[in-house]
Nanobody, 121 residues
Framework: QVQLVESGGGLVQAGGSLRLSCAAS????????MGWYRQAPGKQRELVAF???????NYADSVKGRFTISRDNDKNTVYLHMNSLNADDTAVYYC???????????????WGQGTQVTVSS
C-alpha cells in the first residue's frame, strides 16, 4: 500500500557531496517523521537524521554540520544533502517514515530498499 523509493546514492571521492532522495507513494493519509538511517558492513543500522512534519530536525553527532535533511510535504519526499563526505560515511542508506494509511487509524513504520553510498579516499 505504501512504498518508499530512494535515489541518489553512488560513488564519490572524499570531500565530495551527494544528495539522496526518498519519495513516499501509495494510499497515504498523513506522514509524520521522514528520515534516514545507514548501515555499514559489520555494523548495526544507525540513525543519520530525521525531520518531523512540522520541520523539527534531529541529526546524529557524526553528521552534524555536514548533512542537511529537508522535506517537501507536497511531494511526500525527503532529501539528505551530504557534504564533506569521508570514508566513515560509506554505508547503505535507508529511508524511513512513519505513515498513516488512508482509512486506518494506526501509524506504521515503512522502509525503503536502501541505496549504497561509497566514499573513496
Amino acid at each position: 500500500q505504501v512504498q518508499l523509493v530512494e535515489s541518489g546514492g553512488g560513488l564519490v571521492q572524499a570531500g565530495g557531496s551527494l544528495r539522496l532522495s526518498c519519495a513516499a507513494s501509495g494510499s497515504i493519509y498523513n506522514i509524520n517523521t521522514m528520515g534516514w538511517y545507514r548501515q555499514a558492513p559489520g555494523k548495526q543500522r544507525e540513525l543519520v537524521a530525521f525531520i518531523r512534519s512540522g520541520g523539527n530536525v534531529n541529526y546524529a553527532d557524526s553528521v552534524k554540520g555536514r548533512f542537511t535533511i529537508s522535506r517537501d510535504n507536497d511531494k511526500n519526499t525527503v532529501y539528505l544533502h551530504m557534504n564533506s563526505l569521508n570514508a566513515d560515511d560509506t554505508a547503505v542508506y535507508y529511508c524511513h517514515s512513519q505513515i498513516r494509511v488512508r482509512y486506518t487509524s494506526n501509524w506504521n513504520d515503512y522502509w525503503g530498499q536502501g541505496t549504497q553510498v561509497t566514499v573513496s579516499s
